[in-house]
């Protein structure tokens, strides 16, 4: 009889412990995957028209004029326009074709526009330290390109190691996405360092 009790009392036990109170490499690579600012897709803002030397020179204009997708004339640098010279910046034939269904009619007309580019994929959660209620969960990811233009600008073969704040709170651990005290998962995907 005192065996039954005992085991029904550690049933109950285990039953009212939620899987969220134990801070597993498991539960911090679902929090992270399921993170509203980790799942939200990476825009490239493509501007036509004339622009700065600096932005023309800027990594995601060189990858979209090497793949041809947009050509560039000198152009007259208007006011507030620096530094010279300026570039007047137009999507080629094929430019248009692998642009025109990633953005809507509205946007067509405009001279910038965002157009969805990659997507955040975790890879492995590498590390995990606990203090008290709060933790540091190290981790790696990679982009996953969504269509051409995102290939063009983000290899998916590039791992980033980043760090992220969690907190333990009565309903179990949480991943901080957002903080000015903590690394917050914002910050962290901002400030990645590819890993060696």
């Not at 929090?31 to 509203?36: D, K, P, Q, R, V």
């Not at 152009?75 to 642009?99: Q, Y």
């Not at 509205?106 to 330290?129: C, M, N, Q, Y």
Request: hydrophobic share 40%; proline share 7%; with cysteine.
């Amino acid at each position: 009889m005192h065996k039954k009790s005992i085991s029904l009392i550690l049933l109950l036990f285990c039953i009212s412990c939620s899987p969220r109170y134990f801070l597993t490499r498991r539960l911090a690579s679902d929090l992270i995957a399921a993170s509203e600012v980790f799942r939200k897709p990476q825009p490239v803002t493509l501007q036509t028209g004339i622009i700065s030397s600096r932005d023309y020179t800027s990594p995601e204009f060189l990858a979209l004029q090497q793949h041809g997708w947009i050509s560039a004339s000198n152009a007259a640098c208007p006011a507030g326009v620096v530094p010279p010279p300026c570039w007047d910046i137009t999507l080629t034939p094929s430019g248009v074709d692998a642009v025109h269904t990633l953005i809507s009619a509205d946007d067509a007309a405009k001279p910038s526009f965002s157009i969805p580019a990659a997507r955040r994929e975790l890879v492995a959660v590498t590390g995990i330290s606990k203090q008290g209620n709060v933790a540091d969960v190290e981790f790696t990811w990679h982009w996953i390109p969504l269509n051409e233009i995102g290939a063009a600008l983000y290899s998916s073969d590039v791992r980033y190691q980043s760090n992220v704040a969690f907190s333990d709170y009565d309903d179990g651990w949480r991943v901080i996405e957002h903080s000015h005290q903590e690394q917050c998962l914002d910050d962290a995907l901002k400030s990645a360092e590819p890993s060696r």
